[in-house]
């Protein structure tokens, strides 16, 4: 596959193989007709020949290449499967499309220093697990790094200290960045500012530019609600202090954080279900 893709990238190899869609063809012929040297154009014959994507035969003083479909036909099969994976409903190029649209419209509005301050994010979770179940997750280090990332990042470093003035420290990396070779796809830092265990938790925290200032304040206050089925959790996210430079971060909120929780419900349900067996 990577021979027959490599002999088919060339421009040169591509119009030979055009030309011989049409019809087999010889050497000299297809020389001409590309407007090449014959022993470039042998040279490039041979090359597809070797990659499969054709065969010659010499008839008399000739040699006749044709080309061979059935290489070609599976090579579209697969490009197309990828264009299927790619392309498939909730996939992550779907999420990625929906960033870059959100990305654009948020970078048009940042025109000056405090452009997104008071903007508000709400969500709302309904979790299979009692309150204090909950609380575990939100506020244990161990437990917070199974979720406080959606799912194509992980956990590098993490500091929660659940007590008011304490640290808040999350940095992450792409999830297949295991040798910690590529750069730090983000890091924040902040303080806890309330805490009553199993019933509200508050934090303020700044994602940090790449040369260490903040690009933003986000003010984050979940509230816990017992229910009959577990926990209703509401998480209202608030900005101050936005700077031109924090749209990219901005506009990965609503995505982004709302992932994380869905993956949240996720550990939780899985954590309850195995409980119960």
């Known amino acids: 596959m990577d021979a027959r893709i490599a002999a088919l990238a060339d421009p040169a190899r591509w119009r030979l193989v055009e030309l011989l869609a049409e019809r087999p063809r010889s050497v000299g012929v297809l020389a001409q007709l590309a407007e090449a040297r014959q022993p470039q154009t042998t040279k490039h014959l041979q090359t597809l020949e070797r990659a499969g994507v054709v065969t010659s035969e010499r008839t008399g003083q000739r040699r006749v290449y044709a080309l061979q479909s059935d290489p070609l036909r599976r090579l579209a099969a697969a490009l197309s499967q990828l264009a299927d994976t790619a392309d498939q409903v909730g996939g992550a190029r779907e999420s990625f499309d929906r960033h ?25 979770r309904s979790l299979p697990a009692a309150a204090d179940q909950v609380w575990r997750y939100l506020t244990e280090v161990d437990l917070l790094a199974q979720w406080w990332v959606p799912e194509d990042l992980r956990v590098s470093e993490l500091v929660f200290e659940a007590r008011p003035g304490g640290r808040v420290v999350l940095e992450y990396r792409d999830v297949e960045d ?50 009959d089925a577990g926990t209703e959790l509401e998480v209202e996210l608030r900005i101050t202090d936005s700077t031109i430079q924090s749209a990219d971060f901005i506009a990965g909120i609503e ?21 119960t067996k």
Do not use: C, M
């Open 100 to 124: 870059r649209v959100t990305v654009n419209a948020e970078r048009l509005a940042a025109d000056e220093t405090g452009w997104a301050d008071g903007r508000a994010f709400r969500f709302v």
């Open 178 to 227: 295991s040798d910690g070779s590529d750069v730090v796809a983000g890091r924040s830092e902040g303080v806890v500012t309330d805490v009553r265990a199993g019933e509200h938790l508050a934090y303020r925290n700044s994602p940090l530019l790449p040369h260490g200032s903040t690009a933003f304040t986000a003010h984050t206050d979940y509230a816990l609600r017992p229910t």
């Open 255 to 275: 995505l982004g954080f709302g992932q994380s929780l869905d993956k949240l419900a996720a550990t939780i349900a899985a954590h309850t279900t195995r409980s």
